[in-house]
T-cell receptor, first 111, second 114 residues
Framework: DAKTTQPPSMDCAEGRAANLPCNHS???????VYWYRQIHSQGPQYIIH???NNETNEMASLIITEDRKSSTLILPHATLRDTAVYYC????????????FGTGTRLQVFP | DVKVTQSSRYLVKRTGEKVFLECVQD?????MFWYRQDPGLGLRLIYF???????EKGDIPEGYSVSREKKERFSLILESASTNQTSMYLC?????????????FGSGTRLTVV
């Protein structure tokens, strides 16, 4: 599975958009981009995933560049409850569905 | 609400004890996973299972074993607990086939080995 690079930490003001970047320059054509987050003392939570088109759900939007070498997770109106570690993961989906986590980006939303 | 339930939130065990960490999911998922999480190291995969009685080693299986006798239950076993197994343990499940859904994680078991 391809490796990802994320900044270790970011800050965002409450109510503003949080844009979390991820670099995955070695991604293969059949690898998906997944985003999870982990709020302190809880298990990780699935946010969104995509292959090559931009995706949006009730939690966030995912923008994938045309060459698929990077992506951005967008939280349109960050709240204090969005303070968490955000993980970007790229992987093929074999039958075993194995996910390998990196160290993620610690997002701090401040009032 | 669908859930992955881990039997204990906090656990304290003595060195050399045999420890069982239990995980149950109610979503009829085929795949189940055990991770441990340590500061600075992130989440690391210990074992996973894609079917009843099937298991595969993850990245750090040494000192652990697993059991999956029923589809909904996946147990992690520390045969002889050691202090370097003090960690947060997270269980997860995911379905096979169809659209790509994410994993569902439990709330974790914080194990301290003294």
């Amino acid at each position: 599975d391809a490796k990802t690079t994320q900044p270790p930490s970011m800050d965002c003001a409450e109510g503003r958009a949080a844009n979390l970047p991820c670099n995955h320059s070695t991604i293969s054509g059949n690898e998906y981009v997944y985003w999870y987050r982990q709020i302190h003392s809880q298990g990780p939570q699935y946010i969104i995933h995509g292959l090559k088109n931009n995706e949006t759900n009730e939690m966030a939007s995912l923008i994938i560049t045309e060459d698929r070498k990077s992506s951005t997770l967008i939280l349109p109106h960050a709240t204090l409850r969005d303070t968490a570690v955000y993980y970007c993961i790229v992987r093929v989906r074999p039958n075993t569905d194995k996910l390998i986590f990196g160290t993620g980006t610690r997002l701090q939303v401040f009032p | 609400d669908v859930k992955v339930t881990q039997s204990s939130r906090y656990l304290v065990k003595r060195t050399g004890e045999k420890v069982f960490l239990e995980c149950v999911q109610d979503m009829d998922h085929e795949n189940m996973f055990w991770y441990r999480q340590d500061p600075g190291l992130g989440l690391r995969l210990i074992y996973f299972s894609y079917d009843v009685k099937m298991k595969e080693k993850g990245d750090i299986p040494e000192g652990y074993s697993v059991s999956r006798e029923k589809k909904e239950r996946f147990s992690l076993i520390l045969e002889s607990a050691s202090t370097n197994q003090t960690s947060m343990y997270l269980c997860a499940s995911s379905p096979n086939g169809g659209p790509l859904y994410g994993y569902t994680f439990g709330s974790g078991t914080r194990l301290t080995v003294v």
